[in-house]
């Protein structure tokens, strides 16, 4: 499931062909995602402007010339291509690939900026979503969400806040898309470690039992940034199905610090500890009992 460095890595890579461009023609050749497309999608995205590219959280958010918000979210295993219009770019592996894999391309967009973007997916737990922009405060899928972690609101007093009196591991805190929004299991296992916080630890210790963030708030809240940031600029973790929108992989995997690395040294400075993997929730968690306390 891409998470916020995934999600952020393909709104990069929509935003040049998308932005400023107008939906020349719109093809829906699979309607039944998620959720069934409204039947007036494409007409309500045809002869439009798409005037914003955003994200909230793991949503993408195209802002349209008609008033309306186009919010897409990619699933399980949802990714967008975006072919230049000039010829399909170069030939070769991937080129083929798509071919064997267009089957499970549901969306179409013709972009006036000549850019094919294709919305690809082959579980279709994706989804889109076309929400009045003056609606969208009230939308079920977003009006919940607590802040963007990379967010100059998100902070220690924030965060601390959210966890005070909370009987749930930290772990489960993190991934609790009120508390901060975006984070998935791979974010939420590299923060810890960074912040060399237990996953186990009880969520509420990093708060006063008035809600003040204390020193553990502090470093959690700069090792999330810190990852996120760290993982955007690797174009995000491609594990099973993340690509960037030119087919390219995300590199990020290659620095995970313990997910996936049960059993292999750990990466702290002066560490010599073990990764070890526990189930927490029914979900794995990778943490290093040695200096993650
Ligand atoms: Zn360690």
Redesign the pocket.
């Known amino acids: 499931m891409p998470e916020l460095p995934e999600v952020e890595t393909v709104r990069r890579g929509l935003e040049p062909a998308m932005q400023g461009a107008r939906f020349a023609k719109v093809e829906v050749r699979r309607g039944d995602l998620r959720w069934p497309l409204p039947k007036d999608f494409a007409k309500r995205l045809q002869g439009k402007t798409v005037t914003g590219m955003g994200r909230r959280a793991k949503y993408l958010l195209a802002d349209v010339s008609s008033g309306d918000v186009l919010v897409m979210h990619l699933g399980m295993s949802g990714s967008f291509h975006v072919f230049d219009g000039a010829g399909h770019g170069k030939p070769g592996a991937y080129y083929h690939e798509r071919l064997k894999h267009a089957a499970h391309d549901h969306v179409v967009f013709h972009m006036s900026s000549g850019a094919i973007v294709t919305f690809n997916d082959p579980r279709r737990f994706g989804s889109m979503k076309l929400v009045p922009r003056q609606k969208l405060d009230a939308e079920p899928l977003l009006r919940a969400l607590g802040p963007e972690p990379l967010g100059n609101e998100f902070d220690a007093a924030m965060l601390a806040q959210a966890c005070r009196g909370k009987k749930t591991s930290l772990k489960a805190a993190l991934l609790d898309q009120r508390v901060v929004a975006g984070l998935g299991n791979i974010y939420v296992c590299e923060a810890l470690h960074r912040a060399l916080l237990s996953p186990k630890r009880q969520a509420s210790t990093i708060a006063t039992r008035t809600g003040a963030p204390n020193e553990r708030a502090e470093r959690l809240v700069d090792a999330i940034k810190a990852v996120l940031n760290d993982a955007i600029k690797a174009g995000g973790s491609s594990l099973r199905d993340h690509k960037r929108t030119d087919g390219e992989l995300g590199m990020f995997q290659h620095n995970f610090r313990v997910y996936d690395r049960e059993g292999q040294t750990?990466r702290?400075a002066g560490?010599s500890?073990t990764v070890k993997r526990i189930v927490q929730n029914g979900r794995s968690t990778f943490y290093?009992p040695?200096?993650?306390k």
């Open positions: 750990c702290t560490c500890g290093c040695t200096c993650q």
